[in-house]
């Protein structure tokens, strides 16, 4: 009998690690499904930076230095309506859901990390290189990604850019990796579902060459792991209904709260105090709209909004963050009539920059393209399910459009330029 080698206590050394659950098998099953939930992610991602319109107009674009990165941007449509609910919906949710999936890929493939030499050919330094990139971009998507979702903007202004350009860079490494894995990764998959035990390897073996005594197998760690991802997405996916699905969100910060009842019983992002709105500028007495166009300025009271022709479109709110409101009934003035009023025609009408009263702080204005302002459905809301909007949906007027992102709804709409931007 051959006596055992002292434990190796270098991670370098493939004895190092000892985890019986570890092998090609795992981490092919785990990469699969990230293969097509990250290219899910990247998708709706890069739909929810076009959905900003940032190449509309200044205002709008978070990342002005983009460059080529923007090459696919294009004029973000207004239906089908919960276009944007949808997608972000998918975005955050599915996101959340994969950090098990990402966590316990990661750490299938850690000793690989350590391997030795760092790299054998050009090709080898390469896959190298292009795998940190890869693990640290992943990290940075999405830890920045779930800040952003539970504590509201923790990078003041800044999440935009981050999140943006983690994402090209993650997603160029990511294109490399799969090039590079994917072929081995499915025939992986194959075998095993063909009840082969035989498994490729390449490099540092992931196989422990000298396994601990196994405390739960590789199809119970699986397990594991989608029982982790499904109490996820049990405790957020609720965000995005409206009754008692959406008390089920309780990982939601925004989304999960109780909105209480009422015509103003929906989600509210940020309250009237919070942005420094007074009920004294948005009496009957002090507020007017300024709306502006070829023909002038008109400067209109709340009363007089309510004297010209009113339509009603039942719209959701949803927010970059993930969360969505269902659909309300908002009631106000189309903003292509308001257009009119300042020398458009009808099919004619342009975009239109939006301000609000605010002074400081994010989302104050907003661009709105064209094919927004004319939609009928896009309105200047004055009320909302049969009253009044309550100040923090943004009394006296707001903007809500279809399929757009919340970001573009402004609330407490003080002035409105039309004009091609
Ligand atoms: N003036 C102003 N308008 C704003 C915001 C803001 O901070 N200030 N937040 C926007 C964001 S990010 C969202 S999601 C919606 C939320 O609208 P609600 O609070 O009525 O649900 O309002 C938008 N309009
Ligand atoms: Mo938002």
Known sequence: MSRLPAPPSS????????????????????????????????????????????????????????????FYLFAWPTRPYWLYRLNQGVHVTLGITLVPVLLAKLWSVVPKLFALPPARSLAHALERVSLLLLVGGVLFEFVTGVLNVQLDYVFPG????????????????????????????????????AGKGSHEE???????????????SRRGALWLVGGGSLL???????????GPLRRTALLAPRGGADPGSGPGGFQINKTAASRGISARETSEDAWRLVVTGPSGTL???????????????????????????????WRGVRLRELATLVGYDTDAAPDVFVESLQRRGAFREAALRSNQVRDPRSLLALDVNGEPLTPDHGYPARIIVPAAPGVLN????????????
């Open 410 to 421: 402004t609330k407490w709409v003080a002035r409105m330029t039309f004009g091609d931007l």
């Open 232 to 242: 996820l997405f049990g405790t957020t996916a609720g965000q995005n209904f409206d």
């Open 299 to 329: 400067r209109l009271s709340r009363a007089e909004l309510l004297e010209l022709p009113l339509h009603s479109s039942a719209l959701p709110i949803a927010c970059v963050e993930g969360w969505s409101t269902g659909d309300q009934w």
């Open 158 to 193: 800044s999440f935009y850019p981050l999140h943006f350009y983690g994402a090209w860079v993650f997603f160029a490494a990511f294109v490399v990796h799969v090039v590079l894995r994917a072929p081995a990764a499915v025939r992986n998959v194959r075998r095993m579902r």
């Open 202 to 216: 390449t490099g540092f073996p992931l196989v422990s060459p000298r396994p601990a005594e196994p405390t739960v």
């Open 11 to 70: 991670p370098t050394s493939p004895g190092f690690w000892r985890s019986p659950v570890r092998g090609p098998w795992f981490t092919s099953v785990l990469g699969v499904v990230l293969l097509g939930g990250i290219t899910a992610l990247f998708v709706t991602g890069l739909l929810s930076y076009a959905a900003y319109n940032p190449d509309l107009a200044r205002v709008n674009d978070k990342t002005p230095d983009k460059g080529l990165l923007g």
